[in-house]
């Protein structure tokens, strides 16, 4: 049904007002992160302490580090647990959806205001790094993951896959490994992908526990660098930014490339 | 009572001349179509040919490139969908689900201002018509496709819309709800006496229901019939094969009969002039002869019972593969590898160039 | 005929009831969420029980006390208004994006841009909103410029409760738009033209159906964002350095207090006020949910 011209214009316009919404914060940050305050000129040399400042690239590195190391324990933990349940344990399926859903009703907060023993265990066996943080982060994730994986699950039929496989003789774990991962792929780098993202923002833990991850890095030094802290902050966000994009164009690929081959 | 019992106040419908564009799409070329007061008229034909298109134009929801539609004489270029007076029922999903089956039906009514006993007082009626008074009080997700569509009809007669128009009404169903509700849909339809457009891509159903059947394609009209007609002297190629089966045969014209497998029948309008071709043969105008001492020409294949007909698939002496249909007493006698003798019966055929 | 043969027997569980075996395989992942995510919890909710390695309910007592009642109105006050804010206009938002083509670029992109900005928070945000509407802040500057007069910048109330306000809303806005896009997909376009059919004005058609169909889901999606905004701490930890306005700064207080000792365990008590609010307000949400998905079949 054809649209009046009056409701096509008020679309427009209000789609640039929430456009410019939520462009300003964004361009703001530009801005002043490139400004000499007192002469009003433009530099980059405030995004070069990103680099150049010792303990501000130390923690981009960490919170980096932490990202990839949360995203590959999450996929080693939740992954196989998720298709051995559809494939063997069917029974199960509520209560690990449960599980990994119930991080959505718990605060990051109440949790951390509870793992503070959990976590001087933890540092009692791998040392006072702040790598121990993928431990709690794999749980904030597993709501997003869970969902992402879930998804691309349901999508290909699990069951009846691996029932053909195996009564052409395939393992289990060549089921796992050959016939049900490959399908699901999309969905697997779609839940990393929200990890990294998660993982590079993630403030609560990290200053609560006293680590010094990026955010709290960039928090700590805002009275004296500001322009570099939000550098920093802009800097990450563009990161996740791209990597979504990646994402959603591997995705879009994928699902092409199935289409024509069906 | 009802007052629209068996009122015969239907009113006539003109299409002239109608074409839809898009981009280079054309969905309908100049399609006319005149519909008599209370007649039922069915549009049927493959996915594309234009029947939906010219439906929803006429209902208002979707708007012609040129051309004109008008009811009772009165031009409805320019009229919104909101202001045509017609009911419609959809394919599938078109019961507002937060509503009752009852406010659904008095849906139109309220829109049209009248205050809740009276609407409530009708869609009750409409719901008898339909034979779904017991279910005023639940929601669309608690009936059935069947009752749905009945629901959906109910609410598109509420009004007293001075036409109807079914968009597939039954595509989304269960065969055997199916039949029986195309039966239903014209009964009240033949009660209420309202002018009737059915658009439909199933032709046993289009068959079943309407006064005239007006078979479509690529937009355009090919032909329109009363059933029998249509089935019996198809004018045109596409109309002999989509509707109902047809076997190919081939067969030489000359002076207005052709000789298909020795036998002259006579050649429907449209036919080859003459020289060779192709006769389109029904596979219930195929006879089998099973007498031993007879001459054959063909051996069976293979036999689908499919109830009380049979279909004989046929491999023939000039290697030709045909498909006889035959009562299935007359089938059960027959096995794979058997000979028997095939002729046609005098029915008038078309021939297509071969 | 062939010779029946005995069944071939596989290993345990190829069933579908409860077998041990398979469920073995689960306990990798079992004893993680329980060790990470259950046990933190207990004893975050036992916690608030305790005082001094006894038995307790001062802790607890203290969560009707004037200081924490306040902030605890506060942070409903904030959840609230961002939920409600943030509700009405995503699902405008939502409206405009779907009206137009299902297939086309805008749709994808503002999808995946909602994506991104429901994951702004903490320090981005908090920066973000600082270098727009902070004393220095971009906007603030252009508008004193403009208008000669400083409208922003003075009285700090990016740090209080109306700055709380409007950055919450920054990303409660985008999580509505991916929540209640399904709920809006929902209306099929056969309800909007059966009503035209029969007689509606588009006014009437959002009146009598569009509205009535997309309120539930609008209400459900508006419980979870309250959830949201009522559980978020980062981004009030980075803007707010002074006072605890709110419930989970009061727990940051609690915890890092170098004021007062034994402060442990009053963060326990005010940690278990907030997941009793979370908790209540995701379980109506989760019922509310189930109730109306039957609708949109």
């Known amino acids: 049904m054809k649209r009046s011209l009056s409701f096509q214009a008020f679309r427009a316009v ?21 400004k000499v305050p007192a002469t009003g000129e433009r530099t980059w040399a405030d995004w070069g302490l990103l680099v150049r400042d010792e303990a501000l690239r ?15 324990v999450m996929v080693i933990l939740l992954v196989p647990t998720m298709i051995w349940v559809r494939l063997r344990v069917p029974g199960a399926s509520r209560l690990i959806e449960f599980l990994c859903l119930l991080p959505l009703a718990i605060p990051a907060l109440v949790i951390v205001v509870g793992i503070k023993n959990v976590m001087a265990w933890v540092s009692y066996f791998v040392g006072d790094t702040p790598l121990a943080l993928t431990l709690p982060y794999v749980i904030l994730v597993l709501p997003f993951a869970y969902r992402s994986i879930d998804a691309a699950l349901a999508a290909i039929d699990v069951r009846t896959l691996s029932e053909a496989a195996r009564s052409l003789g395939a393992s289990w774990l060549t089921v796992f490994a050959r016939i049900v991962l490959p399908n699901i792929m999309t969905g697997v780098l779609s839940a990393a992908t929200i990890t990294v993202a998660l993982v590079l923002g993630e403030f609560t833990f990290a200053s609560l526990l006293n680590y010094l991850t990026m955010p709290v890095q960039l928090a700590a030094i805002y009275k004296v660098e500001a322009r570099a802290a939000v550098a920093g902050a802009l800097a990450s966000i563009l990161l996740v930014a791209l990597l979504l994009l990646v994402l959603s164009y591997i995705s879009r690929d994928r699902r092409t490339k199935k289409g024509s081959a069906a | 009572m009802t007052e629209t019992a068996r009122s015969g106040n239907g009113v006539a419908v003109e299409l002239t001349d109608l074409t839809r564009v898009y981009g280079p799409v054309r969905a309908l070329d100049g399609l006319t179509l005149h519909i008599a007061p209370g007649e039922l008229v069915a549009l049927l034909g493959p996915s594309g040919c234009g029947k939906t298109t010219a439906l929803r134009i006429l209902a208002g929801l979707d708007a012609a490139t040129s051309g004109s539609v008008s009811v009772a004489g009165k031009d409805l270029t320019g009229v919104p969908a909101s202001k045509r ?28 201002g009248q205050d809740r006993s009276a609407r409530n007082g009708r869609a009750t009626e409409m719901l008898e018509l339909v034979g779904l008074s017991e279910h005023g009080n639940r929601y669309a997700h608690q009936l059935s496709g069947g009752q749905q569509q009945r629901v959906a009809l109910a609410r598109a007669l509420a009004v007293q819309p001075s036409v109807l128009l079914l968009d597939e009404p039954l595509s989304a169903l269960d065969a055997k709800v199916r039949a029986q509700l195309r039966d239903e849909i014209r009964r009240v339809q033949l009660e209420v006496g309202i002018t009737t457009l059915f658009v439909t891509h199933d032709q046993e159903e289009a068959l079943a229901v309407a006064d005239r059947v007006g078979v479509m394609n690529q ?18 190629r596409f109309v002999a094969e989509f509707v109902g089966l047809n076997n190919k045969m081939p067969a030489t014209v000359t002076d207005g009969s052709a000789v298909v497998l020795g036998t002259p029948v006579p050649v429907i309008e449209g036919s080859l002039a003459s020289g060779a071709g192709l006769a389109m043969v029904r596979p219930e105008s195929l006879i089998l002869t099973t007498d031993s001492t007879a001459h054959t020409n063909a051996s069976v294949v293979s036999v689908n019972f499919l109830g009380s007909i049979s279909r004989v698939y046929l491999d023939m002496s000039d290697g030709e593969r045909l498909m006889a249909q035959v009562a299935s007493a007359v089938a059960i006698r027959l096995a794979p590898g058997d000979r028997v003798g095939v002729t046609v019966e005098p029915n008038p055929v078309l021939v297509i160039a071969g | 005929m062939a010779v029946d043969q005995p069944a071939v027997t596989t290993k345990a569980g190829t069933g579908r009831r409860f077998s041990v075996g398979p469920s073995l395989a689960l306990l990798p992942f079992l004893a993680y969420v329980a060790v990470f995510l259950l046990v933190p919890t207990v004893t975050v909710v036992l916690g608030g029980f305790f005082e001094d390695g006894r038995f307790s309910l001062s802790n607890l007592r203290t969560l009707g006390s004037a200081t924490v009642l306040h902030a605890t109105w506060n942070s409903i006050v904030l959840s609230a208004s961002t939920a409600l804010i943030g509700a009405t206009l995503g699902a405008l938002l939502t409206y405009l994006i779907l009206a137009g083509n299902p297939h086309g670029l805008l749709r994808r992109a503002t999808v995946s841009v909602c994506g991104v900005l429901a994951q702004f928070g903490g320090v981005t945000l908090a920066f973000a909103w600082m270098v727009t509407v902070g004393p220095n802040g971009l906007l603030t500057v252009l508008l004193s410029d403009a208008l000669g007069k400083d409208t922003f910048g003075g009285s700090g109330w990016l740090y209080d409760m109306p700055g709380l306000i409007l950055v919450y809303t920054y990303f409660q806005i985008p999580l509505m738009v991916i929540v209640f896009v399904p709920a809006v997909e929902g209306l099929r376009p056969q309800w909007r033209e059966a009503a035209t059919n029969l007689g509606a004005s588009t006014w009437r058609y959002w009146r009598e159906v ?6 539930p889901p609008f209400l459900a999606s508006a419980l979870l964002l309250f959830a949201n905004a009522f559980a978020a701490y980062a981004t009030a930890a980075v803007l707010v350095s002074q006072g605890q306005p709110i419930l989970p700064l009061m727990i940051r207080a609690a915890l890092t207090s170098e004021v007062v000792l034994g402060q442990q365990n009053l963060a326990f008590a005010l940690a278990l006020e907030m997941v009793v609010v979370v908790t209540v307000v995701m379980l109506v949400y989760n019922w509310y949910l189930k109730r109306t998905a039957r609708w949109l079949q």
Do not use: C, W
Request: hydrophobic share 60%.
């Open chain 1, 14 to 34: 209000m789609l640039v007002l929430f456009a410019a919404f939520f462009a300003l914060p964004l361009v703001a940050m530009l801005d002043f992160s490139t």
């Open chain 3, 210 to 215: 569009g509205v009535p169909v997309l309120t």
């Open chain 2, 219 to 236: 937009g355009r009209l090919e032909q329109i019939a009363a059933p029998a007609e249509l089935y019996d002297n198809p004018t045109t």
């Open chain 1, 58 to 72: 130390q923690s981009i590195v960490t919170s980096l580090i932490l990202a990839v190391l949360t995203a590959v």
């Open chain 2, 85 to 112: 007076d017609m009911g419609m029922v959809f394919q599938a999903y078109s019961l507002f689900p937060h509503m009752t089956v009852l406010e659904n039906v008095a849906f139109g009514l309220k829109m049209r």
